[in-house]
């Protein structure tokens, strides 16, 4: 049998930390900056983590379950 692949989609947006987390990045930051607000540009730079929920459907496509 073949050997597992990871999504390359995936595996550009997120990742791992030592306590097992997946850490992500915040969306809508790229571009059309100038109606948002100084304050909402800044909070969308810091990084957030995966919702429960949806943490195994991300597991599943890194190849970790």
């Given at each position: 049998m073949p050997k597992m692949k990871t999504k390359s989609s995936a595996k550009k947006r997120f990742t791992i930390t030592g306590s097992g987390k997946i850490k992500r990045?915040?969306?809508f930051k790229s571009h059309i900056l100038t109606k948002k607000s100084t304050k909402r540009k800044r909070n969308?730079?810091?990084d957030g983590l995966v919702h429960k929920?949806?943490?195994s459907?991300?597991?599943l496509?890194?190849?970790m379950k």
């Open positions: 990045k915040h969306a969308l730079t810091a929920a949806d943490e459907n991300i597991k496509q890194l190849c």
